[in-house]
């Protein structure tokens, strides 16, 4: 699948958003939801945020994409080029996060914009982008995202503490909600959704039995340098890689542990070849 078309960054702008489905092919995919739910450090990095419904909020959070799989994910050139599409010009990754949405108790997120959030962190403009791509199916029982469409036109709204959740100011979502349709983004995995950093979103808690696990891949654009130092980086070049490397890097990964099952499994056939021998011998 190549960067986004001229057409669909039209749609980004006119809507806010844009699903491209199966961005991410699905060996890509498989590579994906393989090291993301066997990966004990995304889960032990992990926070919580009680959610203010009875659920909770999980995620963990890095700035800098690295050599792992979700930095081929984050650095390959048809991610790179759709958000350098979408923010004209040079972008540089300004954070990932995976979303854990568990079973059951994975909670709701209030309506927000991330630059709501953002602009805080010393970003003058709103010229930063979101790829939330699924790991697992999302649905709507399970929680998924929900868009107000064109909402990013309002420009920024205040954000402030509602409940235990800091959300966009409770009168202006209500007003949007009213005038604007609200979209339930359904994807299956593989599927990408670009979102403005201004439109507003929230999701429900997981009702279902399945995990709905997401990869987000967040973008500034170089020109828009924060001012100031936050917990989320200032401009530094993102190194872009070949589309390849998403297979090339996660192959490599599964090759490593793969062999160290076979070295275990071997390990465990030759001593059970032992004690046989030995309790043959016994007899
Ligand atoms: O994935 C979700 O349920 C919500 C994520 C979200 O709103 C965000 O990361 O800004």
Redesign the pocket.
Known sequence: MPALTADQIAAYHRDGFYIARQFFDGEETGLLRRAAHEDHQIDKRAFDRADGEGGTVRLTIWNHPGDSLYGMFARCERMVESAEALLCGEAYHYHS?M?L?EPKVGGA?AW?Q?YGYWYHNGCLYPLMTSV?IAVDPATRTN?C?QLLKGSHHMGRVEHQLTGEQTGADPEVVAAACERLERVYCELDPGDALFFHCNVL???DRNDSHDPRW?L?CCYNAARNDPFKDSHHPRYSPLDRVPDRAIVETGVRRFAADDEAWIDADQAMDDRRRQLADQQARER
Do not use: C, E, L
Request: proline share 0%; aromatic share 8%; glycine share 8%.
């Open positions: 996060k979303i949405k997120w927000h991330d939330a929680g995202m979103h929230r999701s997401s987000i």
